[in-house]
C-alpha cells in the first residue's frame, strides 16, 4: 500500500525557516517524481515545487521561488521541503504527493497525496 | 502562473447529471492533454478522479467522466449521489513546466 506521511509543520514566526519532511513507502519511490502542495485555511490548492525521480529536473512555483527549496534521498524513501523567509501567506496544509505522469521531470498528474501536515507562520 | 477558472458552485439532485468547467489557457488546458481532477472531502487529501483529461485511475467510478474543448475542460458527474458531495479541483502540466490547479468548485446535493 503506498503510503505518503508528512511531518515538520508548526508555528514559526515570519522571517523564520522550517524542514517539511515527507516519508513515503510501498512504492519505489526512486523511480517517481514527487511533489509539494499547500492549502491555505479555506482556500484552494496550490502547486508549490516537483522534483524529478533523479533530482535532475526541479520546478517551482513563482510565489515561493527563492525561498523554498525541495529536496530528495531517495535511499531513505524521503522527499523535503526546505522553506526560508516565511511570510504569514505560507499559512496552509502542506501535502506530499506522488507524480502519475510527468515530462521531462515535471507532473502531469498526482495519484497519491499524504494527509498533510500544517504550517503557520504568525508572530 | 494563474489559477484554471472553475465555478464556485455546483448543485443537483440525486440521480441527476451535473458538470463542471474548468477554463485555461493555450499555455496549460488547451496546450496538452494533461487534465487531471481531484475530488476533496473537507479536512482530507484531494483524490485523483480522472487524470490525462479522460483516463480513470483504479478503483474509481466511471460516473465521473473528464472532456476537453479548446481551453476548457469538464467533469462530469452521472447519476449523482449523495456521497459525491465534496469539494473539486481541475488541474493541468503547464507549458513552463509546472502544475496549476483551478479555483475549485462546491459541489452539493439537493
Known amino acids: 500500500e503506498v503510503q505518503l506521511v508528512e511531518s515538520g509543520g508548526g508555528l514559526v514566526k515570519p522571517g523564520g525557516s522550517l524542514r517539511l519532511s515527507c516519508a513515503a513507502s510501498g512504492f519505489t519511490f526512486s523511480t517517481y517524481s514527487m511533489n509539494w502542495v499547500r492549502q491555505a485555511p479555506g482556500k484552494g490548492l496550490e502547486w508549490i515545487s516537483s522534483i524529478?525521480?533523479?533530482?535532475?529536473?526541479?520546478?517551482?512555483?513563482?510565489?515561493?521561488?527563492?525561498?523554498?527549496?525541495?529536496?530528495?534521498?531517495?535511499?531513505?524513501?524521503?522527499?523535503?521541503?526546505?522553506?526560508?523567509?516565511?511570510?504569514?501567506?505560507?499559512?496552509?496544509?502542506?501535502?506530499?504527493?506522488?507524480?502519475?505522469?510527468?515530462?521531462v521531470g515535471a507532473s502531469t498528474s498526482l495519484d497519491y497525496w499524504g494527509q498533510g501536515t500544517l504550517v503557520t507562520v504568525s508572530s | 502562473q494563474s489559477a484554471l477558472t472553475q465555478p464556485a458552485s455546483v448543485s443537483g439532485s440525486p440521480g441527476?447529471?451535473?458538470?463542471?468547467?474548468?477554463?485555461?489557457?493555450?499555455?496549460?488546458?488547451?496546450?496538452?492533454?494533461?487534465?487531471?481532477?481531484?475530488?476533496?472531502?473537507?479536512?482530507?487529501?484531494?483524490?485523483?478522479?480522472?487524470?490525462?483529461?479522460?483516463?480513470?485511475?483504479?478503483?474509481?467510478?466511471?460516473?465521473?467522466?473528464?472532456?476537453?474543448?479548446?481551453?476548457?475542460?469538464?467533469?462530469?458527474?452521472?447519476?449523482?449521489?449523495?456521497?459525491?458531495?465534496?469539494?473539486?479541483?481541475?488541474?493541468?502540466?503547464?507549458s513552463s513546466s509546472t502544475y496549476v490547479f483551478g479555483t475549485g468548485t462546491k459541489v452539493t446535493v439537493l
Open chain 1, 52 to 103: 524529478s525521480s533523479s533530482s535532475t529536473y526541479i520546478y517551482y512555483a513563482d510565489s515561493v521561488k527563492g525561498r523554498f527549496t525541495i529536496s530528495r534521498d531517495s535511499p531513505k524513501n524521503s522527499l523535503y521541503l526546505q522553506m526560508n523567509s516565511l511570510r504569514a501567506e505560507d499559512t496552509a496544509v502542506y501535502y506530499c504527493a506522488r507524480a502519475q505522469g510527468s515530462i
Open chain 2, 16 to 94: 441527476q447529471s451535473i458538470t463542471i468547467s474548468c477554463t485555461g489557457t493555450s499555455s496549460d488546458v488547451g496546450g496538452y492533454n494533461y487534465v487531471s481532477w481531484y475530488q476533496q472531502y473537507p479536512g482530507k487529501a484531494p483524490k485523483l478522479m480522472v487524470y490525462d483529461v479522460n483516463k480513470w485511475p483504479s478503483g474509481v467510478s466511471n460516473r465521473f467522466s473528464g472532456s476537453k474543448s479548446g481551453n476548457t475542460a469538464s467533469l462530469t458527474i452521472s447519476g449523482l449521489q449523495a456521497e459525491d458531495e465534496a469539494d473539486y479541483y481541475c488541474s493541468s502540466y503547464t
